[in-house]
Nanobody
Framework: VQLVESGGGLVQAAASLILSCAAS????????MLWYRQAPGKRRELVAG???????NYADSVKGRFTISRDNAENTVYLQMNSLKPEDTAVYYC?????????????WGQGTLVTVSS
């Protein structure tokens, strides 16, 4: 299974970006799809997650600004990021929980850099 992320870049504060992560390969069933981020010198943190059924959860720091969505037919997850702040600067990673084929496993993307200037 491979994950291909896209959409990162350099933007000014208050701008918007949308990240995408497409899973391909031997996939029969995917459960949760998530976005994490890691800022320089900090630990990786969960940004948002979405279940197969569409239930979502967000880090408090991004609630109201970021929206996670997914296309189950295409095994793709998106992260719409609005009102970006300099503190959102980080490498963003997608994480996909593959249920089948067994054994279940989680797969990480390569990361995409988001830089927000003030």
């Amino acid at each position: 299974v491979q994950l291909v992320e896209s959409g990162g870049g350099l933007v000014q504060a208050a701008a918007s970006l949308i990240l995408s992560c497409a899973a391909s390969g031997s996939i029969q069933s995917v459960s949760a799809m998530l976005w994490y981020r890691q800022a320089p010198g900090k630990r990786r943190e969960l940004v948002a997650g979405i279940t197969f059924g569409g239930s979502t959860n967000y880090a408090d720091s991004v609630k109201g600004r970021f929206t996670i969505s997914r296309d189950n037919a295409e095994n793709t997850v998106y992260l719409q990021m609005n009102s970006l702040k300099p503190e959102d600067t980080a490498v963003y990673y997608c994480n996909v929980r593959v249920v089948r084929p067994i054994p279940p496993r989680e797969v990480w993307g390569q990361g995409t850099l988001v830089t927000v200037s003030s």
